[in-house]
Nanobody
Framework: QVQLVESGGGLVQTGGSLRLSCTAS?????MGWFRQAPGKEREFVAA????????ISADSVKGRFTISRDNALNTVYLQMNSLKPEDTAAYYC?????????????????WGQGTQVTVFS
């Protein structure tokens, strides 16, 4: 069982930036970030393949968020710029034993505990 640990969340003003990190205890293939705000369903944010050749992201974050990874460190990152209050949520890192990126949270087998991001205006 692969363990995922997120870090980097916090409180930031509208327009600010944060970088989330997720370190895995073992090898994963496709990795993704999801978020969930109170009272809402878990929402796909971005995903990346093992080689970083393929990345996908939600329309709501395109041009503002960038997913990347460093396989030597078993770490995936989410650089978040131009943050908005509607980005406020708990952010979860996820991994799956497949090289195919996916927007579907049900297709991910490994999950972190989440890190809170709060954007205030």
């Amino acid at each position: 069982q692969v363990q995922l640990v997120e870090s980097g969340g916090g409180l930031v003003q509208t327009g600010g930036s944060l970088r989330l990190s997720c370190t895995a205890s073992g090898r994963t293939y496709a990795m993704g970030w999801f978020r969930q705000a109170p009272g809402k369903e878990r929402e796909f944010v971005a995903a990346i393949s093992w080689t970083s050749r393929f990345t996908i992201s939600a329309d709501s974050v395109k041009g503002r968020f960038t997913i990347s990874r460093d396989n030597a460190l078993n770490t995936v990152y989410l650089q978040m710029n131009s943050l908005k209050p509607e980005d406020t949520a708990a952010y979860y890192c996820a991994g799956r034993p497949s090289s195919v990126v996916s927007r579907e949270y049900r297709e991910y087998d490994y999950w972190g505990q989440g890190t809170q991001v709060t954007v205030f205006s």
